[in-house]
């Protein structure tokens, strides 16, 4: 549920006052810099040509030279005392002198015609000597073409690096000029410093003859050994799938989801020695590998890929990363892109939500580690003893999306719920005894009030780890979350393993699927009904909707949570009230039921919906702002 970034959600607060009363809602964290609102629309239509997926800015982490950059005075590339890189040794230094000047570096790129998604992205530093809190002195402008994208100016000054991003796909089979214009005026320092710039195309506009999601049935091994703080893990990957499709398969893709943590020269996820295929070029900030099969697969033929797996995990609280001597390895390890009716699906990461879309699989996963690391995961574990000092965990799980574990010297308490989910609490340093109980209960009544609405908890066990410096307030996972000390927060997250994790979705195109249905869920278990909720909904735009893909949030990020969270979840309470308590509950269960394991659409949503009401929704579908 990251909350902006979702599952972030720095804590579940009130976005707003009237909401308050309803449910908590996650709030955007400080985090994550919200974008010019004029900077990203939702892509266009697909159009007729076949795109290629491709990064197309040369050089944009500035390390090998200064080919094919311009810039309008030698040494804007540096790697000089006094500013540092995001990634790498070297960045473009811009101004800094404090005295009227100007400074411009540009790079002319061509944009490949036939993809429905161009994201332009950079990391950004403001360093001034500026001290007002309201006059725009310096500034730094990021265009493509003509194209204003953003200005920025010594008011966005801050401690480290934020990545900006601007879908630029109007620009598709364009040669255009992405150029950084930074200006001072007389007195007074600021400095725009700018690294790893990307520019990724992606999705391919020429459809498969059927919609069918493929590659189907995948089913992952891995073997992986860690360092000696669960730090640095390596092994071998295999993923065997079916082409459901009756279109042939010629090559699949792998997401390398992490990878947006580092830079394409230095990834935090690395796959080498691919056997069963061809590895192709890295795209979308080289978190998409494409693998060329040596044949086409056929509709019901199989295969299988296998590869070397590095896996680096960074400092920090977060989905992954590590808190000190905890680490959380989320969205780690590859799995297969889905292709369907619109093609493959290479959206990019987005660290406001979530972009994952995958269909269900079964991992079988080994994780060799040292004995004092306890490493909770997805699935059913198993402990057995290995080489001296150290033991290997194995974790197997059929039918989730993801996988992902835990590393550290937690501390661990352990209950069942009183339908029989065995619960496991694993807290960082300085969580008390007391918390780490109230969690238990609440992780207890949360998996069952859950599963008595929508379905039998199906994961086997159900591992939570609790640490209050996660900025993101909680993260989902199949049988496997991260949270805040929180009732709300975790009551969420576990309302997850139905929406999202059961019931699936594209989280990219769709993520009101899984968060305001998420969100309802928390509510109901809560004892929650959001009498009113749906009184205090005021738009920010015309072309402001519950159902935005996160191409739109991530341009307006300080109304995701508002949205997507709350009102989602007003509407459905709002749904509830036109249908019935009794039809509504029906609904819902019938709908899990008839999409258990698969992928729901907000087309199928509402098409479940209208059956169930004895009246025409469509103008119910027109106020909530609920399209698809």
């Known amino acids: 549920m990251r909350g902006t970034p979702h599952k972030a959600v720095a804590a579940f ?350 991992f079988d996963v080994t994780l060799d580690h040292p004995t004092g690391l306890l490493v909770p995961a997805t699935g059913t574990s198993v402990d057995t003893p290995g080489t001296s000092g150290r033991t290997v965990t194995r974790a197997t799980a059929a039918k989730v999306r993801d996988f992902a574990w835990g590393a550290g010297p937690f501390a661990k308490i352990s209950g069942t719920s009183a339908a029989g989910t065995p619960i496991n609490i694993y807290s960082v340093s300085g969580i008390s005894s007391s918390d780490a109980q109230s969690m238990l209960t609440t992780a207890k009544n949360a998996v069952d009030a859950h599963a008595a609405r929508f379905g039998a908890y199906p994961y086997g066990e159900l591992d939570a780890v609790i640490d209050n410096n996660y900025w993101f307030g909680g993260m989902e996972y199949p049988g496997f979350v991260l949270d805040l000390v929180s009732t709300t927060a975790l009551t969420h997250e576990i309302g997850h393993q139905w929406f999202y994790g059961i019931v699936g979705d594209d989280e990219y195109a769709s993520p009101w699927l899984d968060e305001a249905f998420t969100d309802y869920a928390t509510d109901l278990a809560l004892g929650k009904t959001g009498t009113n909720c749906w009184n205090s909904v005021s738009w920010a735009s015309s072309a402001e909707k519950i159902t935005n893909s996160m191409a739109y949030w991530d341009a307006n990020s300080s109304r995701y949570s508002t949205v997507v969270y709350g009102y989602g979840k007003c509407a459905l309470h709002d749904l509830r009230r036109q249908l019935g308590d009794t039809a509504m509950a029906k609904l819902l269960k019938d709908y899990a039921a008839a999409h258990w394991y698969g992928v729901s659409t907000t087309a199928e949503f509402k098409a479940a919906a209208q059956a169930a009401s004895a009246t025409d929704l469509t103008s119910f579908w027109t106020q909530h702002r609920i399209e698809g």
């Not at 010629?250 to 295929?277: F, K, Q």
């Open 13 to 362: 607060v009130s976005t707003v006052a009237a909401l308050a009363a309803a449910a908590l809602l996650p709030a955007a964290p400080a985090a994550a810099a919200a974008h010019p609102a004029t900077a990203r629309t939702p892509a266009p239509a697909h159009r007729a040509a076949a795109c290629t997926p491709a990064q197309v800015v040369g050089n944009g982490g500035f390390e090998s030279g200064t080919t094919p950059w311009s810039q309008s005075q030698t040494g804007l590339i540096t790697n000089r005392t006094g500013q540092s890189a995001h990634a790498g040794g070297y960045f473009a230094w811009l101004n800094g002198v404090g005295s009227t000047h100007t400074d411009t570096l540009s790079q002319s790129v061509t944009i490949p015609s036939g993809c429905s998604t161009a994201t332009l992205t950079f990391w950004l530093h403001v360093d001034t000597a500026e001290r007002t809190t309201s006059v725009k002195y310096d500034t730094l402008t990021a265009k493509i073409g003509s194209t204003t994208l953003a200005t920025y100016s010594n008011l966005d000054k801050n401690t480290g690096y934020v990545q900006k991003s601007f879908d630029v796909s109007g620009f598709a089979g364009q040669t255009v000029t992405v150029a950084f214009t930074g200006s001072e005026d007389s007195s007074l320092q600021t400095s725009f410093v700018v690294d790893d710039v990307a520019l990724d195309t992606s999705g391919g506009t020429v459809p498969p003859t059927d919609s069918t999601r493929t590659p189907a049935a995948p089913s992952y091994t891995v073997n992986l050994s860690s360092d000696a703080n669960g730090f640095v893990w390596t092994g071998h990957e295999t993923a065997s799938f079916t082409n459901a499709s009756a279109t042939p398969l010629s090559e699949v893709y792998l997401r390398l989801w992490d990878n947006y943590h580092g830079s394409c020269s230095a990834m935090p996820i690395s796959v080498t020695n691919v056997t069963g295929g061809a590895a192709g070029a890295l795209s979308v900030a080289c978190t998409a590998l494409k693998i060329g099969l040596p044949a086409p697969l056929a509709q019901g033929q199989s295969a299988t890929i296998g590869f070397d797996l590095s896996i680096t995990v960074p400092s920090g609280a977060d989905r992954f990363g590590h808190d000190g001597a905890f680490g959380n390895i989320g969205n780690a390890l590859p799995v297969l892109a889905v292709r369907d009716g619109a093609g493959w699906h290479l959206d990019p990461y987005t660290n406001n939500g979530e972009s994952f879309y995958s269909l269900a699989a079964d």
